[in-house]
């Protein structure tokens, strides 16, 4: 089983719609959560960042955590074609090293 | 703020060939710095990470090494290039925010 699973798509959804992205996870000791973006031959940017289970929002971008069932959400309301991009989840023990990272979910946004 | 650089952006090398990708970041002090490779349709493969000058570790055996001359600056070099070195290569750096920040990449093609 890997540390991190994340659903590849591509996921297709028309502009306007809610998107849900997903990770599980292995290892109950991750206390950091994070959402990166990353547009084509780009660097990931950090969208998201959670400490331990709960929800923040940002604007259009909802991030979930349930360390219960080991399982982090990303949610995109209204969608726009500009949130065209791969989006990976990534999470950490603690300062420093042991940062792991989901291979990734390419999202299309169509107008 | 802070801000994180490589060069060059993009890289084509013969097989056999030297390398040498730089990375420096500003505006901030003793940063935890990474070097990532990430191939085509694949996730984020952490290569080496440093905790201060000098200081180098290696997640993945290979033929390529690492290099922090200052606090701010690292090297990912290697001897001799193999084909399967391809890749877009990723640094990184990590403040006390527990998150990491990426650069904009180098994609290298070796032929």
């Known amino acids: 089983q890997k540390e991190v699973e994340q659903d590849p798509g591509p996921l297709s959804v028309p502009e306007g719609a809610i998107v849900s992205l997903n990770c599980t996870y292995s290892?109950?000791?991750?206390?950091?959560f994070m959402w990166y973006r990353q547009y084509s031959r780009k660097g990931p940017e950090l969208l998201m960042y959670t400490y331990s289970s709960g929800n923040k929002e940002d604007g259009r971008f909802t991030a979930q955590v349930d360390k219960s069932s080991k399982y982090i959400s990303l949610f995109i309301r209204d969608s726009q074609p500009s949130d065209s991009a791969t989006y990976l989840c990534?999470?950490?023990?603690?300062?420093?090293?042991?940062?792991?990272f989901g291979p990734g979910t390419r999202l299309s946004v169509l107008p | 703020s802070q801000t994180i650089h490589q060069w060059p952006a993009t890289l084509v090398q013969p097989v056999g060939s030297p390398l040498s990708l730089e990375c420096t970041v500003e505006g901030t002090s003793n940063p935890n710095l990474y070097w990532y490779r990430q191939a085509a349709g694949r996730g984020l493969q952490l290569l080496f990470y440093s905790v201060g000058i000098g200081q180098i570790s290696s997640e993945v055996p290979q033929n390529l090494s690492a290099s922090r001359p200052q606090d701010r600056q690292f090297i990912l070099s290697s001897k001799k290039l193999l084909l399967s070195d391809s890749g877009f290569y990723l640094c990184?750096?990590?403040?006390?925010?527990?998150?990491?920040?990426f650069g904009p990449g180098t994609r290298l093609l070796v032929l």
């Open positions: 990184a750096w990590a403040g006390l925010a527990e998150t990491q920040y």
């Open positions: 290892n109950s000791a991750f206390q950091y």
């Open positions: 990534a999470m950490s023990f603690n300062y420093g090293q042991n940062f792991v």
